[in-house]
C-alpha cells in the first residue's frame, strides 16, 4: 500500500470509530456524556491515526487545513470520500447493533431559526480548529497531541451544543442520521475562519 492509500483507509477507519461511538452513545444512555465520549475517542484516533493522515476525520477539519494549504487538493477530496464512507458504515454498524439511528436534528427544525444553529456549529468547530492549528503548526508537542485535539473537540461541543448539539462534523452529522445544512456550513465556515486567524496570529 502507498501512503496515501495508507492515509485514506486511516481516515475511513477513525471516522467510522467517531461516528460508531458516538451514534452509540446517543442511542443507549451510557454513563459517559457524549461530548466526553467524542473527546476522548478523537484523541485516541490522534495518537492511533496521526502519524498516518493526521487524523481528521471530518470533513470541516480537511477543508480547513485545504484552505491554509496544509493538504493537496487531491489529498482533500480523498479524505472527505473516505470519512463520509466512514461515517456510512457506522450509521449500518449503529443500525445492526440497535436497530435504531438517532436522527439528531438541529433544534432550528424546532425553535430556532437556522442562522443561530450555523452560528454555533461556527463558533464551537473555531475553539476545535484552534485546537488542531497548535498541533499542525508544531506548538504542541507530538506526544500531547491527542490531549490537545481531543480536548479542544469537547471544548467546542461544550460551547456549540445548548443552540445546535454541537455536532461540529458534518460526516458525524450524517452516520447519526442528522445532516442538515446547519451542520455542514456552520462547521466549515467556522473552521475556516479559525485556520486563517491561527496562521495570521502566529506569523
Not at 12 to 22: K, S
Not at 63 to 85: C, F, H, N, V, W
Not at 126 to 136: D, H, K, M, N, R
Request: hydrophobic content about 55%; some cysteine.
Amino acid at each position: 500500500m502507498t501512503s496515501h492509500t495508507r492515509a485514506y483507509a486511516a481516515e475511513f477507519l477513525g471516522t467510522a470509530i467517531l461516528t460508531l461511538l458516538v451514534s452509540l452513545s446517543l442511542v443507549r444512555t451510557l454513563l459517559v456524556p457524549t461530548p466526553i465520549i467524542a473527546g476522548l475517542t478523537l484523541g485516541m484516533i490522534v495518537f492511533a491515526f496521526g502519524p498516518v493522515s493526521g487524523a481528521h476525520v471530518n470533513p470541516a477539519v480537511t477543508l480547513s487545513l485545504l484552505s491554509i494549504k496544509k493538504i493537496t487538493p487531491r489529498d482533500a477530496g480523498y479524505y472527505i470520500l473516505a470519512q463520509i464512507g466512514g461515517a456510512l458504515l457506522a450509521m449500518l454498524l449503529t443500525f445492526a447493533l440497535t436497530g435504531m439511528i438517532p436522527a439528531l436534528y438541529p433544534k432550528d427544525a424546532v425553535d430556532l431559526h437556522t442562522l443561530q444553529v450555523v452560528l454555533a456549529e461556527a463558533f464551537g468547530a473555531f475553539v476545535f480548529v484552534s485546537g488542531i492549528c497548535a498541533v499542525v503548526y508544531g506548538k504542541v508537542k507530538p506526544e500531547f497531541g491527542g490531549f490537545v485535539v481531543g480536548g479542544s473537540l469537547l471544548m467546542g461541543i461544550l460551547l456549540a451544543s445548548g443552540i445546535s448539539n454541537g455536532v461540529l462534523n458534518p460526516a458525524v452529522a450524517l452516520g447519526i442520521g442528522s445532516l442538515s445544512v446547519s451542520y455542514v456550513v456552520g462547521p466549515i465556515l467556522g473552521g475556516a475562519a479559525a485556520a486563517w486567524m491561527y496562521r495570521w496570529i502566529i506569523k
